[in-house]
């Protein structure tokens, strides 16, 4: 049966044709792990014809810390009076995107937690302030949960925050707080993050407006295959949607497995012995393969290394992936919850890239290629050949 499901991704004329969330479900449960990475290769080179394997020179700002939503998951936060807050001045994040306009970077992603102690100045003023300062650094900047912790305190829409926070400066928003789409799941780890209906919400909100947008998803919470892929779909569908009326729509779909260290939700499960939770190599570069195979609306599918390691990220391009995501410099929100790598330089994702058999380009934020620079100074490997 899984055999059949996998015959129809491809057309006879070349083309990715649509599977049901069903036969996703049947996929992902049953496929070998092999038969799927080898159609969702052959799926990556219809959407992305040449064997270019792209990253971004970017940085992350995680501007505060304070937060009242309280995400089991989340070692990063800390509550409102804690005496570990901070928020970064405008200043601070100007200097860190000195750094990273130093190193040839053209996006910078800011998020933060949701700080009932922030008006709408802060913001607007942050953004007018790096747009003057830097005007060559995209601000892909507050994920959905963000926007709505804004509106709450403003009393506005969130569309009209949007659009303020836009007419100030805003290219696009991360794809971050997406988690797992599945309210059943979202009450257990993130009551007060709200439903899967917000989320989607607001990312159609700024994709009317314009914005650059990412969806994300976090998984291994315990949930099962189908619920991985009713995420899937629920972005599925607003990519549908978003095209029809805008004419594109999220660039690029990014999955990583939850880390369960320092945080309560590892902290309330350790002991169980509960293998379902998080996901080794094999299981993440199943979800990568199926989420390849499924987005046929979805041009990008990037790897993760900061959750998973270079090593692996580099697999994950032979299960479909053909981004190898960003240089970041700096990372607290997932790495406060157990990884260890927060940076990577430019020189270490095209390496990782050329052993994979490919050829790095480098990108910005809207997946637009960019003059990309290998350093003659460090000899690369030789590309092994690529798989069929
Ligand atoms: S994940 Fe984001 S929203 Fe959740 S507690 Fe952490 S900072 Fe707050």
Redesign the pocket.
Same mark, same amino acid.
């Given at each position: 049966m899984w055999n059949y499901i996998l015959d129809s991704v491809i057309t006879p004329e070349g083309e990715h044709a649509r599977i049901t969330v069903e036969d996703a479900t049947f996929l992902y449960e049953n496929a070998p792990l092999e038969a799927l990475m080898k159609v969702a290769r052959k799926v990556r080179r219809i959407h992305n014809p040449d064997e270019i394997i792209t990253y971004l020179v970017d940085r992350n700002v995680n501007y505060t810390?304070i937060?009242?939503?309280?995400?089991q @998951?989340?070692s @990063?936060?800390r509550p409102p009076g804690h005496k570990e807050v901070y928020t970064q001045s405008i200043d601070q994040i100007s200097a860190r995107i000195g750094e990273l306009e130093a190193i040839g970077g053209s996006r910078v992603l800011m998020?933060?937690?949701?700080n009932p102690e922030l008006g709408m100045e802060y913001y607007t003023d942050l953004l007018q302030a790096l747009v003057q300062r830097h005007p060559k650094i995209a601000l892909d900047c507050f +994920?959905p949960?963000?926007i709505e912790g804004i509106a709450d305190v403003t009393g506005l829409e969130t569309k009209e925050v949007l659009r303020q926070l836009k007419d100030a400066g805003l290219h696009g928003l991360p794809g971050?707080?997406a988690e797992m789409l599945v309210d059943d799941v979202r009450l257990n780890i +993130?009551p007060k993050?709200g439903s899967a209906e917000n989320w989607l919400r607001v990312m159609s909100e700024a994709q009317d407006l314009k914005l650059t947008t990412s969806a994300t998803n976090v998984f291994g919470f315990g949930e099962e295959p189908k619920h991985r892929v009713e995420h899937m779909e629920k972005i599925r569908t607003l990519q549908d949607e978003s095209i029809q009326r805008n004419g594109d729509g999220f660039t690029s779909f990014i999955s990583w497995p939850v880390q369960l260290e320092n945080n309560s939700f590892g902290r309330r499960n350790r002991g169980a012995n509960r293998l379902e939770l998080g996901a080794g190599p094999m299981e993440y570069l199943r979800q990568v393969a199926v989420s390849r195979i499924f987005f046929d609306n979805i041009v990008h599918i990037q790897a993760s290394w900061p959750t998973m390691g270079l090593d692996v990220a580099q697999i994950a391009i032979d299960a479909g992936a053909d981004d190898i995501g960003s240089t970041m410099m700096e990372e607290n929100?997932v790495s406060a919850s157990g990884t260890t790598k927060v940076l990577a330089s430019e020189s270490e994702l095209q390496r990782t890239i050329i052993r994979s058999g490919h050829h790095p380009k480098k990108r910005d934020s809207d997946y637009n290629l960019l003059t990309t620079t290998i350093p003659d100074f460090e000899p690369m490997p030789t590309p092994v050949p690529v798989k069929p």
């Open positions: 810390n937060c009242t939503i309280n995400c @998951f989340c @990063f936060y998020q933060g937690g949701v +994920s949960i963000e971050g707080g +993130s993050k929100v």
